[in-house]
């Protein structure tokens, strides 16, 4: 009863800003002067992500969210590679209910840095992680790995050889939270490795369509991305 409770002065909350907004803006101005609200910002506000995930992060995600018509799950999984691997960075965001369902340690690939992810590729053998929006199928018992997500990259050029590349969510000994004293986590072969006691319920949540979105504060993705242009 208090997460209904909580969920719906969120709701409120959310739908004040969007509707006041609009005045704000507009206050002291004529018609074609007034400017709209901005839904991303608001809802971002609402969901109380500042200080939690970056607003360029967030706003490229929402931005791509919305133009992918094979969702179908309201949540959006949000990793930010702009934060270091010491640091929670996997997010899982309820756009429906205006909250952070859950938040985890994440890997990047050991080409792409060491503590941050700099570098990133979409090709074979570079051992590095691809950025951009990707959608969950299905979850299912590796031989290696255990308990897996397979990815579909959905960028022509920038990440769409995830499933040839076996980029999958599994779990991984060398993102155990203990390990954050030792200056960086360890790292995958590009696959977004999470932590052991995580993994299931990561899965879980999101497997069969649920948005991926995987951001660094990288030039040559945001130039040549579609969905976030």
Known sequence: MHFRIVNV???????????????????????????????CRALYDSMGLDSVVSYRAFEQAYTGYGKIAGRKKDLLALIDFSKPSTEERFFVLDLDSCRIVMSTYVAHGKGSGGNYATSFSNKSGSHKSSLGFFLTETAYQSRRNGYSLLLNGLEKGINDNARSRSLVIHAADYVDRSLTGA???????GCPAVPAEDNARVIDLLKGGAVLFIYADDGNYRETSRLVN
């Open 9 to 39: 002065i969120r709701k409120t909350l959310l739908l004040i800003a969007l509707l006041w907004l609009p005045m704000a803006w507009g206050a002291g101005t004529a018609g074609p002067h007034v400017m709209p609200a901005d839904p």
């Open 183 to 189: 200056g960086r986590l360890g790292r995958s072969f």
